[in-house]
């Protein structure tokens, strides 16, 4: 009698502690939810982020409690984007330009001068079709698309010259983003891009080895581009997209009702990230003065291009819309054609 008593209580303790260790494990996993991406805290999408995750911590009253990580600490987009494809990370925001080299299809965002403007560029992207599509190419790169953030829209930015016309980029040394589009973009341009990591940009410039950045013209002022590229032409060539990515085991772990609340999340993202940058356009971070002010202020020439002249770099870059339409198949290219018609304001 004795001996099964004991036994009893060692299988209760064992028990026990296996419940324990069963809700440890819960309770760490909750804990460990983290959204990671690059932009700096000040910035809209950092602040987007946030409001995701406070949205989605008071939807599901603490249960699920999301740790934000701006700036690239848990590494870059590649990096990050990896993480989430091996379930290391549960969410991230990646640029598209950084995705299609995981899901190819993702480039379509990036094709050069697609979008006549913003407002078309947004009412595109909020359409749900639109986001269904591209988004169904994700899944299968262990991806769930739930949404957008922005870095901004892409401008041109120099040492050498005011840049109006492809003629008057033909010969610079551009640093982009090492994504297949930006490449194949500036070179149709006739410049002569480079890859080089976004940190470097800044030194590439001052000592020469690069004449030309291509960001938007935010992103220039805040990280100083600006001290060194004097030209800086509002080409708004290429939307910086960012889709929100979920691994699909974390999404596959959660109920219908909290993968509801993170598109909500995703949707309010959205919003507070570009109306936040809407702000930083007309008064800088820790100062009352808009970017034009910091221009005039600062020996900085913008150029604002008549409709003439960005419709001659849009006729410039079009072998690389054929390419790019070999690659998806018209059946991609020319939904997104027909959306942003449908959309264009």
């Not at 749900?128 to 790169?141: A, N």
């Not at 990515?245 to 772990?253: F, Q």
Request: glycine letters at 6%.
């Amino acid at each position: 009698m004795k001996n099964r008593v004991m036994t009893n209580v060692r299988k209760l303790a064992c028990g026990v502690i296996g419940l324990a260790l069963v809700s440890g494990v819960a309770v760490s996993a909750q804990a460990s939810v983290k959204f990671g991406h690059v932009a700096p805290p000040f910035h809209g999408m950092s602040k987007g982020i946030d409001d995701f995750a406070a949205y989605v911590k008071e939807k599901t009253e603490g249960r699920i409690d999301i740790q934000t990580f701006p700036a690239g600490q848990l590494g870059g987009e590649r990096s990050m984007a990896e993480q989430v494809q091996s379930g290391t990370l549960q969410i991230a925001s990646i640029t598209t330009a950084v995705l299609q080299n995981f899901v190819p299809q993702a480039a379509i965002m990036d094709m050069p001068f697609i979008f006549p403007n913003r407002a078309t560029a947004y009412a595109t992207l909020d359409d749900q079709e639109v986001q269904e599509k591209i988004f169904s190419y994700f899944p299968k790169k262990g991806f769930v698309g739930i949404g957008w953030t922005e870095n901004e829209i892409r401008d041109f930015g120099n040492s050498k010259r005011p840049v109006r016309t492809p003629e008057d980029v033909k010969g610079l040394k551009v640093r982009v983003m090492n994504s297949p589009v930006f490449l194949d973009t500036f070179k149709a341009l006739g410049a002569s891009p480079v890859g080089i990591p976004f940190p470097e940009t800044y030194n590439a410039l001052q000592a020469g080895v690069i004449d030309a950045q291509e960001n938007p013209v935010l992103t220039m002022v805040l990280v100083k581009f600006t001290e060194v590229t004097k030209y800086v032409t509002m080409t708004q060539h290429s939307v910086t997209e960012c889709a929100i990515i979920v691994g699909i085991d974390y999404w596959e772990s959660l109920s219908d009702a909290d993968r509801q609340i993170f598109r909500e999340a995703a949707k309010i993202a959205t919003d507070t990230n570009r109306k936040v940058n809407a702000e930083l356009h007309n008064k800088l971070p820790k100062s009352e003065i808009s970017i034009e002010e910091y221009a005039k202020a600062n020996g900085v020439e913008i150029v604002h291009l008549t409709d003439a002249e960005r419709e001659s770099f849009r006729e410039a870059v079009q072998p690389v819309w054929d390419k790019y339409r070999k690659k998806f198949g018209d059946d991609l290219f020319d939904f997104m054609l027909d959306k942003i018609n449908e959309h264009k304001q």
